[in-house]
């Protein structure tokens, strides 16, 4: 996001880089150190999901999660079902990792979007990513418990990236999906993203599928590495002094959000987000990214790197300020 640091997450990195800096005392206790506890209070308070801390995992961020969790439970050929299009960095993992995907289509329906669920005969994981991204969209319970059946009939471990959760826009609610099929899920989060921490390198896992944590406790402890000091205090203090500053910074996404619906009705098929700072938007060809960049001086994503359903789009990030993005509807209405 283009926006300053939370001043809570400030201040504890500066304690922590004035004072000891030696090992830490949770060092060998990652399930029960202050990561934990952080994530254990945050789940309960927001979410109503009290989760059991003795499941709790930490890696450097989701992408390392996720390439670890494929690597212990999954071989080559096993196939990963995905809500698509999808964030890019874990299409890129299963192919290099040589898991075939089993897309999970969005389609445009009505404002918001749905997903088509193909047959998940050959599937090993549903890698469910809610919030969705790019989309935006925040699947409901029903959704959810349809999910979890179809992970019950093909037996699927449910890997489910929530790290969008906190940026989740009213009437819309998260909900965990552990809550729904506990022993088949292992939920992945961090405060990197409603905080603007990507470069703090810190997550958590929750891991409620016992062959997987059996499957992790046969590793050697350290050969995934380990969350860093300062990732932990960051994210101990988002977690538990920042939301003052989460506030501000969701009324303005949500503001941003709506002015793009404002500026832009009819064009580029923008369905409003309900959740994210991101803008999932039509342009009708490939390439149209680079051409953007070109003639109107705005960087976006392109959306061929998300996968099935994304080479038409672009992915607009709009965690800026209200002038910024002022002056990048500006330039995009010119080109339209």
Not at 55 to 61: C, E, I
Not at 208 to 230: D, I, N
Not at 256 to 277: D, K, S, V
Request: aromatic share 8%.
């Amino acid at each position: 996001m283009d926006l300053p640091t939370a001043p809570p997450v400030i201040e504890a990195l500066r304690r922590r880089a004035e004072g000891d800096l030696g090992y830490p005392t949770w060092l060998d206790k990652p399930s029960a150190g202050p990561l934990g506890e952080a994530f254990g209070e945050r789940m309960a308070a927001r979410y109503g999901w009290s989760p059991d801390l003795s499941l709790v995992r930490t890696f450097s961020d989701l992408n390392h999660a996720l390439q670890v969790l494929l690597h212990v439970w999954t071989r080559p050929g096993d196939g990963v079902a995905v809500h698509t299009p999808a964030y890019h960095p874990f299409l890129g993992t299963l192919q290099v990792m040589r898991r075939p995907l089993y897309p999970i289509q969005a389609e445009p329906d009505g404002d918001s979007w749905r997903f088509t669920t193909p047959d998940l005969a050959g599937c090993r994981v549903l890698l469910l990513v809610n919030p969705h991204n790019p989309t935006g969209r925040v699947l409901t319970r029903e959704e959810l418990t349809e999910l979890a059946e179809l992970a019950e009939r093909h037996d699927l471990l449910v890997i489910a990236d929530e790290i969008h959760a906190d940026l989740t826009y009213e009437p819309h609610r998260h909900i965990p999906f552990a809550t729904i099929a506990p022993e088949r899920t292992v939920t992945l989060t961090s405060a990197t993203k409603a905080f603007n921490l990507g470069g703090i390198r810190c997550s958590v896992a929750h891991v409620g599928h016992e062959g997987v944590r059996r499957a992790l406790e046969a590793q050697p402890p350290f050969l995934y590495g380990s969350t860093h000091l300062f990732g932990v205090e960051a994210t101990v203090a988002a977690w538990r002094h920042g939301d003052a500053w989460l506030e501000e910074v969701r009324a303005l996404l949500d503001r941003n959000r709506r002015t793009i619906a404002a500026r832009l009705p009819g064009m580029f098929g923008y369905r409003m987000p309900q959740a994210t700072y991101l803008a999932w938007l039509h342009v009708g060809r490939p390439g149209m990214a680079e051409v953007i960049e070109r003639e109107a001086k705005v960087l976006l994503s392109d959306g061929a790197p998300f996968g099935p359903g994304g080479a038409e789009y672009v992915r607009l990030n709009f965690a800026t300020s209200e002038a910024v993005l002022g002056e990048i509807l500006d330039r995009l209405s010119r080109l339209a």
